[in-house]
């Protein structure tokens, strides 16, 4: 029996906090991280076909960056000659592709793009756009062909024979580069959507939910897509974005311990404005690692003592003022041992002495340059005049901050029933 072929999915995937361990993962020590109260968006919409005249424009494929913004297209004929001349579940690997999109020749799937000049943006070797474009086609290809899809039938977007296409349409509520997991959340959307084009494609889309061993799947194309994005990403990112929740994680391994929360864990998160390289920022800490190892070497192995330190206090039975008090002196501790690392900004230590001279213990989290700080807060924060203090000192400065509790919200979803609009859109 014919399957009635989907005309729209929404894919959310949430962002996430680093707790500690940032930048010491990287070298095999365990970190937490948890998701967040703010995700990314992929929309998919089957297009109709606008007219049926020889002039009338082809079946396309409309691929939309709307936080960037930029948006791609290509014919529907050039998106099934993409999955038939390449393939990157077999032939190309993420380092080698890696390798291509930052090198200085062009755009590397730009004959596949609509007629015309390709935009000059995808021929910069460091625009937002040439990654993520690259990556977005990338992952489509290497989760299609991995699902046994290389070719495409027009109608599986529409009943009709001249069926118009689709839409993928991404977009994210947090910054760009603040450390906050955005390209994780994007990269796990991404694969999740990928995934549920393939089920159309085959013909096989009906209303389900993302299973145990699906679930395993997006988390590894997701991880291929932060090799692209970050070069040597630890995985906690992409963990936290499709699974959700509160974990300790050690690269290599995964999670290996799901964090027993004894009472919400409620952080400020306050972004700097300023973007940076989670690469170059690993790479600056390595650097320093390779000149001073025997000084960073125990800062890196304290960051990952200091996970279990603080695993303790969260699963721990005593009084909330004690075990508070106790997380906000490790959040200091902490916050320390990676402005050593040279990982802090000034926009960073200017809300660092903001939140101290209120009263509250804060630290970077994510690679550091910039980026996002967190600020802890107590259960009974919102009656406090310290917190009032906080907020005013911190919008005279012009800094955005988001309230929010780490670990208790889900991972990846899919839906079929409606589509985020991002505030201001109409």
């Known amino acids: 029996m014919a399957t009635t072929a989907v005309k729209h999915f929404e894919v959310s995937a949430p962002g996430k906090v680093i707790l500690h361990g940032e930048h010491s993962v990287v070298y095999g020590h365990p970190a937490i991280a948890g998701s967040i109260g703010l995700h990314t968006y992929l929309n998919y919409t089957a297009l109709e076909r606008s007219g049926s005249s020889a002039s009338s424009p082809p079946p396309q494929v409309i691929i939309e960056f709307r936080s960037i913004p930029f948006t791609a297209t290509l014919t529907l004929d050039s998106f099934g000659a993409f999955l038939r001349e390449v393939d990157c579940s077999e032939s190309l ?9 930052r090198s200085e020749d062009a755009f590397p799937f730009a004959r596949f793009l609509s007629p015309g000049p390709v935009p000059p943006v995808l021929e910069e070797t460091s625009s937002k756009e040439r990654m993520s474009l690259g990556s977005t086609l990338y992952i489509l290809n290497r989760v299609l062909r991995s699902e046994g899809v290389s070719s495409i039938d027009p109608t599986s977007f529409s009943e009709e024979a001249s069926g118009g296409g689709f839409r993928l349409s991404l977009y994210s509520e947090m910054s760009i580069g603040a450390g906050l997991g955005s390209s994780a959340s994007y990269g796990v959307c991404l694969a999740a959507g990928a995934y549920q084009l393939s089920r159309i494609l085959k013909r096989e889309a009906t209303v389900t939910l993302l299973g145990e061993d699906v679930l395993k799947k997006i988390y590894q194309w997701s991880f291929d897509s932060e090799i692209i994005m970050h070069v040597k990403p630890s995985g906690i990112d992409n963990e936290i974005a499709t699974n959700g929740g509160l974990v300790r994680f050690r690269r290599g391994s995964g999670v290996n311990k799901i964090i027993a929360l004894r009472r919400p864990v409620h952080v400020l998160i306050v972004d700097t404005g300023v973007s940076r390289s989670t690469a170059n920022l690993v790479a600056s800490a390595a650097k320093r690692l390779e000149l001073f190892p025997r000084t960073v070497g125990p800062i890196l192995q304290g960051m990952g003592g200091l996970v279990d330190e603080a695993i303790a206090q969260l699963e721990s039975d005593e009084a909330p003022d004690t075990v508070y008090e106790r997380l906000g002196t490790l959040v200091s501790i902490n916050n320390n041992l990676l402005r050593s690392l ?4 000034p926009a960073l230590e200017r809300i660092f002495t903001i939140a101290e001279g209120a009263g509250f ?4 989290t994510g690679a550091g340059g910039g980026g996002c700080a967190f600020v802890l807060l107590p259960a009974d924060y919102k009656e406090l005049e310290s917190f009032r203090v906080l907020m005013g000192a911190l919008d005279e400065a012009g800094f955005r901050s988001i309230e929010t509790t780490v670990g208790t ?3 990846v979803s899919l839906s079929y029933d409606h589509q985020h609009q991002p505030q201001g859109d109409k």
């Not at 690997?93 to 999109?101: D, N, S």
């Not at 213990?361 to 970077?364: H, P, T």
């Open 361 to 364: 213990a804060c630290k970077l």
């Open 409 to 411: 919200g889900a991972g």
């Open 342 to 345: 040279g990982v802090s900004h």
């Open 93 to 101: 690997q993420p380092e080698a592709f890696l390798e291509q999109l």
